[in-house]
């Protein structure tokens, strides 16, 4: 049963993980990083090879602008995945250095606006059901301009999106404490993300990037609540020790990941009904992207696993007779199995190697890609 649950999960990852990135300081350049979106699908495809569970890219628009959308999506196919959210980008150009649909200057907002309902062209011609929103705009000193009113043009730019959706297609809003504005930002956190998204109706959910909170929030609880109201429809994964790191996932707090899956199982959150896109969204600066990527599936799938072997009934048991060490100690014994063996057999039973790094080291891709790709522009995060 629970390797059935195993074998049947679905982990996106980001086109933008497989291109150069770095910080505000550097940029570093790596040895064989795609060239264009096509050689981003590519690499995406052997995360998938490997771990089997991998299936859809994120594009990211433009990041990821070619002249055919649909011919990009056969070339996925050809590759054996498919593409999956469609991420907006209105934080990139100039004209959005005082916000893009918060923007005081209504031809900056109408452009944002194009953007955003270009995105869902894109999902037209793809086939991708998912728009992602995340909006850097906001402000850095009081009085820079008006919360309320930025409020109010969030909603009627959110109006306009929700509007252009089709009958299959979402849009995820996705919330972050602070970076790029450091006063106020316009969707600081999952409340103001929530409200929005339950004043528009159900083709609007939130997305949990888990980089996106003050140090110490509790996440598990975001999680338990958005699911409880149905609004909770994805997560970008990424780990963190300071800020915004996007580290691999399961690499800085493996427990916390750890809470987070044991609450998306318990509210019904991996039932497939529900929706709800375990997404990656990270950089690899200094190690290498696809060795990164297949890294960071397995370790969604550890912290899965894990939670799927928590003893529900006896925790249940203990609650209700109020045995708080025992309650726990049902939770910590299923977060102290080492369930890589169990993993390992539910990859065997897939088809793929029980391995997937060490697999991926001797298929010799990254060696070929390296020759192949000598002399190009990467494209990359922040091109
Ligand atoms: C913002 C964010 C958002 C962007 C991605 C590149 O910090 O998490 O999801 O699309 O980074
Ligand atoms: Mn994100
Ligand atoms: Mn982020």
Redesign the pocket.
Known sequence: MIKDLLRRQRIETPS?AFGDSGTRFKVFAQAGVPRDPYEKLADAAQVHRFTGVAPTVAL?IPWDRVADYADLAARAAELGVGIGAI?S?VFQDDAYMLGSVTNPDPKVRARALDHLLECVDIMDATGSATL?L?FSDGTNYPGQDDIRSRQDRLAQALERVYARLGAHQRFLL?Y?LFEPAFYVSDVPDWGTAYAHCLRLGDKAQVVV?TG?HAPGTNIEFIVAFLLREGKLGGF?FNSRFYA?DDLMVGAADPFQLFRIMFEVIGGGGYDAEANVAFML?QCHNIEPKIAGQIRSVMNVQEATAKALLVDRAALAVAQAAGDVLGANAVVMDAYNTDVRPLLGQVREEMGVDPDPMAAYGRSGYFERVRDERVGGAPAGWGA
């Open positions: 933008w990211h991420n980008n992602k995340w996705e972050k990037d996106h970008d915004d969204d």
